[in-house]
Every structure is written in C-alpha cells, then in structure tokens.
C-alpha cells in the first residue's frame, strides 16, 4: 500500500551542481541534504524543505522537463512568487486550475516547476 511520495527526481546536466544549488536553495529556499557517500560519486544534489524532497540527478543526456514536473503546495503564494522574481525566477501565472491559485517557474537548466495554494474558502 502506498503510504506517502518520498521524494521527486528531476534530472540535470553534468556539471550543474552550483547552478542548482543557487537556485534551489538560494531562491526557492530550500536546505541542501547530503547524499550518501555512494550515491554523491555520481554528482547532483538533494533538496528539502519540511517533508518535500527533491532530488536533482546528473544525467548525460539531460533534456528539461517542459511537461512533467513536481506540484509544490506553498503558503502566501503572492510573497513566494515575488520571493522567486526578485531573485531572477520566471514567475509565469495560470489561473485554469478551479479552486487553486498556482505559477509555474523553472529551475536554472529549464525543469518546469509548479506552485500552488488552494485559493481563501476551498
């Protein structure tokens, strides 16, 4: 039985891992966990923020995720999303989700991200 998601992958390109980190946690503001000794040879990074974990993989043949991607629920999504513009994120809104307002961004080697809150009184 599936009890609960431990984590996302999104994948990155070799040689990314300060690209990301400036941006996972510097913008979205996330803390950097440490790999295992064994898994940190292959390169990449992981990321949490209370029990959100993502977790950027190096991979040679590395394309951006434009459609798949993870849904982050935040709070105060306003402040979050001008957190991320200030900071150089693209902020690109969408209002087609009933009851949710959200934003997608993109981390800095184009994986698509989402953000959203379930809008005052859902």
């Known amino acids: 039985m599936l009890a609960a998601v431990d ?21 979205l503001g996330m803390t950097e966990i440490p790999k295992p000794p064994v898994l940190a040879r292959r390169g990449g990074c992981w990321f949490s923020a209370g029990a959100v974990q993502l977790h950027l993989g190096i991979d040679p043949d590395f394309r951006p995720a434009k459609k798949a991607h993870p849904g982050l ?6 402040a979050y999303a001008t957190r991320l513009a200030a900071r150089g ?3 690109t809104w969408d209002t ?5 307002r959200r934003f997608y961004s993109e981390d800095p080697v ?3 991200l989402e953000f959203l809150e379930p809008a005052p009184g859902v």
Not at 73 to 78: G, K, L, Q, S
């Open 110 to 112: 184009g994986n698509r």
């Open 89 to 91: 994120a693209p902020v």
């Open 73 to 78: 629920r935040v709070t105060d999504i306003e």
């Open 96 to 100: 087609e989700l009933p009851g949710h």
């Open 7 to 27: 984590h996302v992958q999104l994948a990155a390109p070799p040689g990314a891992e300060e690209a990301l980190r400036a941006y996972y946690a510097g913008v």
